[in-house]
C-alpha cells in the first residue's frame, strides 16, 4: 500500500497536477493540506471519476485538508479533539478510519507567524503551540487505546538547522522558535515512527521549496512534510521519502509530496 501526503496549495488551481499525479505515481492513500475549498467548490467528481473516494474538512480561500482513498473510508472528526478553537474556525484536521480501523489522520499545523503589519504579535504563535499540544495529547490517546495509526501533513516545523537551507534566516521563526521544536520532540518521542527521517536521516533532505528567487533548482528547501506511523504498521515498511521531481512540474506546489509504502 503507498501513501501519500501533500501540501497542494489550493486543490482546484493543482487539479491537473493532481489527476497527472494520481495518474503515474498510483498512490491508494493521498492526504492533503492547504485544499483552499469548500464541499461546493471540491472536484468530487474528478477523483471519483480517477477511482478515489473523498472526504474533506474545507474552508474558503484558506486551509482546508483531505483524504482520498481507493477503498471506502468512513470520516470520524474534522476538529482537532480537546482544542478549544477560536471563531472563525480554521480547517486543519480531519480523521478517518480504514476497513481494519486504521486511524488516518491529516494535519496542516498552523504556522505562526505573527502579521507582517504587526510583528511584536504573538497571537499566532500561541495558536501554534495549543495546537500542537493538542494534537500530541490525541496521538497519545489513541496510541494508549492500542489504535493503528497513520498520521500525515504539513507540519510547519524546521526540526533541526539542517532541515533548512539557511538557518540563520529563519532563527527567529514561527517555524523553527525553541518552543515549537520542543512541541515536535514531544510528538516524535511518542511510540511512533518517523518515517521519512526512518529512510533518510541525512542532512539537507527537504520536501519545501519557495517559488520566489529560484528555491528550487538552487535547492533552497526546508523539510515541513513528515509521516508518524505506529509501531505496527512501521513493522511492514518498506520504503519511503519525497517525490522532489514533482515540485519541477509545471503548475505545481511549492511542496513535493511525501510518501511511504508498507505491507
Not at 491508494?28 to 467548490?41: C, F, G, S
Not at 474545507?58 to 471506502?72: D, F, H, R, T, W
Not at 494535519?107 to 505562526?112: D, E, H, K, Q, R
Not at 504573538?122 to 489504535?147: C, F, G, H, V
Request: with cysteine.
Amino acid at each position: 500500500m503507498k501513501v501519500i501526503s501533500w501540501n497542494v496549495a489550493s486543490v482546484r488551481a493543482r487539479i491537473d497536477t493532481l489527476n497527472r499525479f494520481l495518474l503515474e505515481y498510483e498512490p491508494d492513500i493521498v492526504l492533503l493540506q492547504e485544499i483552499k475549498a469548500t464541499d461546493e467548490t471540491f472536484p468530487f467528481f474528478d477523483f471519483k471519476t480517477a477511482g478515489y473516494h473523498s472526504i474533506i474538512c474545507g474552508q474558503k480561500s484558506y486551509n482546508g485538508v483531505a483524504i482520498l482513498s481507493k477503498e471506502p473510508i468512513k470520516k470520524t472528526q474534522t476538529t482537532l479533539p480537546n482544542f478549544d478553537e477560536p471563531e472563525p474556525q480554521q480547517a486543519r484536521f480531519i480523521e478517518a478510519v480504514l476497513s481494519d480501523d486504521t486511524h488516518l489522520i491529516c494535519v496542516y499545523v498552523p504556522n505562526g507567524n505573527p502579521p507582517a503589519n504587526n510583528p511584536s504579535d504573538t497571537s499566532r504563535l500561541d495558536y501554534k503551540l495549543r495546537w500542537m499540544e493538542a494534537l500530541n495529547s490525541y496521538i497519545q490517546s489513541l496510541l494508549k487505546d492500542n489504535k493503528s495509526i497513520i498520521l500525515g501533513g504539513d507540519f510547519n516545523v524546521i526540526v533541526k538547522d539542517s532541515d533548512v537551507y539557511s538557518p540563520n534566516l529563519y532563527r527567529n521563526n514561527a517555524l523553527m522558535v525553541p518552543a515549537v521544536r520542543e512541541k515536535f520532540n514531544e510528538l516524535s518521542a511518542l511510540p511512533l515512527t518517523n518515517v521519512i527521517r526512518h529512510f533518510h536521516p541525512e542532512e539537507h533532505y527537504y520536501s519545501f521549496w519557495d517559488f520566489m528567487g529560484g528555491a528550487y533548482p538552487r535547492n533552497l528547501g526546508m523539510l515541513l512534510d513528515y509521516f508518524f506511523v505506529s509501531y505496527n504498521i512501521a513493522k511492514g515498511l518498506t520504503d519511503g521519502g519525497v517525490y522532489k521531481e514533482v515540485r519541477g512540474w509545471n503548475k505545481t506546489s511549492d511542496h513535493a509530496p511525501i510518501w511511504f509504502e508498507f505491507d
